[in-house]
Structures are given as structure tokens and as C-alpha cells.
């Protein structure tokens, strides 16, 4: 691609990607409500579509109030360093064949890079409040992300040993015969959980957990900046499920030779059943206990992930010999 | 294999609750549909008549000592024929509790709840009911009690001792031995 369309694609994908979040917002509502047989929002517009409108309406108009005890700059810094994060990790999501911002030759480690970036955003919104609550919600989510982070990197090994690539358009393409999902089972799930806790969604929202913690560490943040929040959020959401089409389920490539879709639909496609299963976890299992999701790290998570590195090293060592 | 049958119950929890995309959602769409109310449901508050037509309220402010929020205010009158009646009878909906107390606590069957409950209003004291607001006209849900004729009080037509199962009176000055 030229220069210019790669401009015009980036922002494009901005574009789809921050409306997703807004859309997802409501859909996420709706879906939940399904499962808890509930309606969920579905007064406004068909459906209930315009919630997102009158929930943005509502957000923009708020009060957008620093508290006079917070750390004023970190405060404002925060909520921004999460969405700015998620949106750079879009920049090497292959979307099909050809169909990227950039395609580097570390595109996995810099999505790695990028998703522990957004550690700060939380971190410092919990730091920078001066409130009890958001302090111990930063706590937490420093120690859980920083547990977790460790083998989400390395449940992705895996993949990289059986592709030979850190690039993500190689990746897909050495799934043309057989996805990783298969042959990479156990990252996948490894992967899964870490993703949850990374993007700390529900079940493994802890950092916020609205039951214990009020809000976690946006409980002093309205308006905007809670809005900002809840978008890097959503943007998470989506960037996770977008990686584990990638990585586990072919990216653009389409399942048993149904090439009369275009690749980026399948691409999509996929990316909604996961965040559809994303949204199945929240609905159907509790928040664990701070001390249960830390040794479900340690203690199972991590040597499940040694035990799967290893074993793909030397399946991939003994096919080379073979 | 404790770590196996937590998993497979977490999976089995996934699994149940997808199940539910196929259930019905128990939502009432309220203002459109209208929720069941049973008849004895406990909503606002309404002072009847007795068959005859007459106020069966007798003012004996027995509602009032009941209600836990002291919601109710009423004022004794007496009528030229001898029944009592309240000369002012007001109840503030914004404090009751819909409890039913009052209800419970009525000799005459004059106050009672009825099945409704849309009574919002944007100035808080129009939630201030007064007895033209709560008298309807009729004997709500007891269509034959009428207190008077059950009572031994004389009024004007019902003499002492002309009341259902009453003997008539004995002149205590005439019981000598
Ligand atoms: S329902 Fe309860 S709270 Fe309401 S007026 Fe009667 S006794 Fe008082
Ligand atoms: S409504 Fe019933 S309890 Fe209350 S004052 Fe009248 S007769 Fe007495």
C-alpha cells in the first residue's frame, strides 16, 4: 500500500475501532441480558442501538471534575495512556491478506508491548487519585497484570515456534494447513485467561471490582475521563479478540475452503464469535478471590505454559529431524 | 483432580448459561404491559361507603395509632343524626409504606389498599391525599358490612338494642333482688 492509504487505512481502522467499542458497549448489554434472560437496554432506536448515544450524551455532558486531593497531570494522563495504547496495538492486526498498518517483523512482541503499556493507565489512575479505594484496585491490578503478563508472552511461544515468525501476516499464513487452536490448545486457553486478566474484564476484574472496591481505580473518575476508561476498555476487548483470530483461529483465513467471503469478513467474523464468548464468561462465572486468581497464576497457569512451551519445542525439533 | 472438576464446572456453568439464549426473557415491558396485580395486592389507599350509601369511616383514628410512619391525619366530627364521621381525613402518600396496617387496624372496613401503585407525581405535595381524593363510592371489597348495623351505638333510626344479634337492653335500675 502507498503511503497516503496506509494514513487513510490507519485512520479507518481508528475510526471502526473506537465505534466498535461504543457499539460493543451496547451489544454487550444486549447479550448479557439474553443470557440472563433479561432484555437489557432496547428502548431507544431499533433495538436499542441509540443507548450508545444517549450513554455518550450523558458521559460528555457530565461534570468532568479533577478532586482537588488527586495528582492533577497523572490524573488527566491515566485514562488517555490506556486508549492510546490499545489503538497503537491495532497497528499490526492483520486484517487481510495485505490488509495491515504495518507489518514488522516483531509484530507480536509489540502487541505484548503494548497491551502491558495500559498497565500504567490503571496503576497510575489508582496512584494519582489519593483515594483508598482506587489505591488498592491499582495494587491489585499491578501485582494481577504483572502475574499474568509473564506467561501470556509465553503462551504465544508456541505459535511463534510452529510459524518461525514474530510477523503477524506469517503467522496466518503458516496456518493454511491447520489452525493453531489445534495443535495449541493449551496456549489458547493459557492465552484466553491471560487476556481476561490483562484487559481485566470480568471474571477477572479485580482491579475494579464494583462489590469490594467501589469502582477500583476509576472510582474518582466521572465524565470524560471515565469515559476514556470504559473505551480502553472495550478497545482491549476487541484488540484480544482480534489476536486470538490471529494467532489461533487463521486471522483472514477462511475455514474449510469457503473463500467466497472476502478474507477481512471472516476476519470479522471470527473476531465476533470470540468477543460473543468473551461476553459468555462474564455473564456465567463469579470473580474469583484476589489470593485464588494469584496462585491459579503461579501455581497452575505458569508451569501449564512451561509444560506447553516445552513440549512444542521439542515436537518441533523432532519434526525438523524427521 | 480438584483443579479438573473446577474446571469442568466452570465449563459446565459456560455451557448452562448459553442455554439461555434459547429461554424467554422474564422482563415486563411495564409501562406498555401491565403487571399482574392480585386483588388484595396492597397499593394506594381509598376510604369506602357502607351499603347504604352512608361514610363508613367513624373517625375512631384507630388507622392512625397503627400506621407506622404516621402518615395519616384525621379530625372527630359528629353528624346531627349521631354517627361520627371525620371532618377532615388525609393520608401523605410519600411517607406510606403500603404497609396495610391500617387497613388491618379499621373496625368498619372504611380504609382498604387497592391494586395500584402509579401514583408519581412531580410536586411532592400533591402525594398529600385529602378525603375527597381517597373516598370512592362504593364498599370496595366488602359489599355487605355495615358497621352501625353490627354496633350497639344508637344514631338516628337504629335505636339501643335494634342492632344484628343484640338483645335489648335491660335497665340495670330494675334488676333488684
Ligand atoms: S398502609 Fe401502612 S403506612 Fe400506609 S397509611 Fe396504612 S398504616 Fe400507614
Ligand atoms: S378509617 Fe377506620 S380505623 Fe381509621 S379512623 Fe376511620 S374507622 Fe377508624
Not at chain 1, 491490578?141 to 518461525?164: C, H, I, P, R, T
Not at chain 1, 463469579?286 to 497464576?297: A, E, F, K, N, T
Request: charged share 15%; proline share 6%.
Amino acid at each position: 500500500m502507498s503511503e497516503t492509504m496506509t494514513i487513510i487505512f490507519a485512520i479507518s481502522v481508528m475510526l471502526a475501532a473506537v465505534g466498535g467499542a461504543a457499539v460493543l458497549t451496547w451489544f454487550e448489554r444486549r447479550l448479557l441480558g439474553i443470557w440472563q434472560d433479561r432484555y437489557g437496554p432496547n428502548r431507544l432506536g431499533p433495538g436499542g442501538i441509540l443507548q450508545v448515544v444517549a450513554d455518550m450524551l450523558k458521559l460528555l455532558t457530565k461534570h468532568d471534575w479533577v478532586p482537588p486531593f488527586a495528582d492533577r497531570w497523572v490524573f488527566i494522563f491515566a485514562p488517555t495512556a490506556i486508549v492510546v495504547a490499545m489503538l497503537l496495538g491495532f497497528a499490526v492486526v492483520p486484517f487481510g491478506p495485505g490488509l495491515h498498518i504495518i507489518d514488522v517483523n516483531i509484530g507480536l512482541l509489540f502487541f505484548i508491548g503494548m497491551t502491558s503499556l495500559a498497565v500504567y493507565s490503571v496503576l497510575l489512575g489508582g496512584l494519582a487519585s489519593n483515594n483508598k479505594y482506587a489505591l488498592l484496585g491499582g495494587l491489585r491490578s499491578a501485582a494481577q497484570m504483572v502475574s499474568y503478563e509473564v506467561f501470556m508472552g509465553l503462551s504465544l511461544m508456541g505459535v511463534v515456534m510452529l510459524s518461525g515468525s514474530f510477523s503477524m501476516q506469517d503467522i496466518v499464513e503458516s496456518q493454511r494447513d491447520g489452525w493453531y487452536c489445534v495443535s495449541q490448545s493449551l496456549g489458547l486457553f493459557v492465552f484466553t485467561i491471560a487476556a481476561i486478566a490483562e484487559s481485566h474484564r470480568l471474571p477477572f476484574d479485580l482491579p475494579e471490582a464494583e462489590h469490594e472496591l467501589t469502582a477500583g481505580f476509576h472510582t474518582e473518575y466521572s465524565g470524560m475521563k471515565f469515559a476514556m476508561f470504559m473505551l480502553g476498555e472495550y478497545l482491549g476487548l476487541i484488540l484480544i479478540s482480534c489476536m486470538i483470530t490471529t494467532l489461533f483461529f487463521g486471522g483472514w483465513l477462511a475455514p474449510f475452503g469457503a473463500t467466497w467471503l472476502p478474507p477481512i469478513v471472516w476476519f470479522s467474523l471470527k473476531t465476533f464469535i470470540i468477543i460473543c464468548f468473551f461476553v459468555l464468561l462474564r455473564a456465567a462465572i463469579p470473580r474469583p478471590r484476589y489470593d485464588q486468581l494469584m496462585s491459579l497464576g503461579w501455581k497452575v497457569m505458569l508451569p501449564l505454559t512451561l509444560v506447553n512451551l516445552v513440549v512444542t519445542g521439542a515436537v518441533a525439533l523432532w519434526m525438523q529431524g524427521a | 483432580m480438584n483443579i479438573f472438576s473446577a474446571l469442568a464446572s466452570q465449563f459446565r456453568t459456560m455451557w448452562r448459561i448459553l442455554l439461555h439464549t434459547f429461554t424467554r426473557a422474564e422482563t415486563v415491558q411495564y409501562p406498555e404491559q401491565k403487571p399482574y396485580l392480585a386483588p388484595r395486592y396492597r397499593g394506594r389507599i381509598v376510604l369506602t361507603l357502607d351499603p347504604d350509601g352512608d361514610e363508613r369511616c367513624v373517625a375512631c383514628n384507630l388507622c392512625a395509632a397503627a400506621c407506622p410512619p404516621d402518615c395519616i391525619a384525621l379530625q372527630q366530627g359528629t353528624r346531627e343524626d349521631g354517627r361520627w364521621y371525620p371532618e377532615f381525613f388525609r393520608i401523605n402518600f410519600s411517607r406510606c409504606i403500603m404497609c396495610g396496617l391500617c387497613e388491618e387496624a379499621c373496625p368498619t372496613n372504611a380504609i382498604q389498599l387497592i391494586p395500584d401503585f402509579e401514583m408519581c407525581e412531580y410536586d411532592r405535595s400533591s402525594m398529600v391525599y385529602e378525603k375527597e381524593h381517597l373516598m370512592i363510592d362504593g364498599p370496595g371489597k366488602y359489599h355487605d358490612y355495615n358497621f352501625y348495623r353490627v354496633a350497639g351505638m344508637e344514631i338516628e333510626g337504629k335505636a339501643k338494642g335494634e342492632a344484628q344479634n343484640e338483645a335489648p337492653p335491660i335497665d340495670v335500675r330494675s334488676l333488684l333482688p
